[in-house]
């Protein structure tokens, strides 16, 4: 890790939070390098949230103290708010907005103006190697590993449909055919038509398709930046 003579842009020291009898953060201490993601792991319960919260200002420690962008967050939480953003894991936006208008989005809110809001999300977009584009669903159909598996009801079936979709990959033991698809509504159509045609019935249909992480690795071909995780 090379040194660096910036302030960081989070330091905590002994972070304390009790609910109630429940000592939830007992002397936290915790610093984050400007420019660097930063993921902070423990399993459920071990007070992640409580942390995030506690330096995001939505709530107070019991003890400690901590420097967020230069900002003292007792002193002056109101600067550190102006400092920082903040997502939550999941929002009701996600699924329906691309990063980009996601950006846009956060860009209007705090006021930044068209032509620097456009700066600004082009620049992330760069730096995150996101310029990636599309919602989650149209993400996830647009790399390898989406496909439609179909179960019939006997083996004639299912001997039928793999003759009539050459290229399926067979499962005899289930009597299912895997079929590569994006999962879109018309690649379902054009398989349901050439079944039909056959007129082979599948039993059931089901729709896989990759899920983010996937979309992710397959986009930048790297895991994310991660450079520190701390485990409590
Ligand atoms: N407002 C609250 N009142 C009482 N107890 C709380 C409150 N918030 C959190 N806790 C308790 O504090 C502990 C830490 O919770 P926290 O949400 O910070 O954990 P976490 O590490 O984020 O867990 P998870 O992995 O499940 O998200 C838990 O036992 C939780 O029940
Ligand atoms: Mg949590």
Known sequence: MSISTARPAISAMGLRKTF???????????????GTAFALLGPNGAGKTTTVHILST????????????????????????TAIGVTGQFSALDDLL?????????ADLNHLGKAEGRRRTADLLERFELTAEGTPDELRRRIPGGHVRLVFA????????????GDAARDDAALA??????????????????LDREAVAGETLTVHTPDLDDVFFARTGHRDKTEDKVTR
């Open 154 to 165: 006997d083996a004639a079936d299912l001997e039928l449909a793999a003759r009539v979709l």
């Open 20 to 34: 109630g009898k429940q000592v939830v953060l007992d002397g936290i201490d915790l610093t984050v390098a400007e």
């Open 58 to 81: 939505l709530i107070t420690a019991d003890g400690g103290e901590a420097l967020v962008a230069g900002h003292d967050l007792m002193r002056n939480p109101a600067g550190v708010r």
């Open 98 to 106: 691309t990063g980009e208008e996601h950006l846009r989005m956060m």
């Open 177 to 194: 055919l895997r079929v590569p698809s994006d999962g879109s509504v018309t690649a379902l159509r054009a398989l349901l038509n050439r």
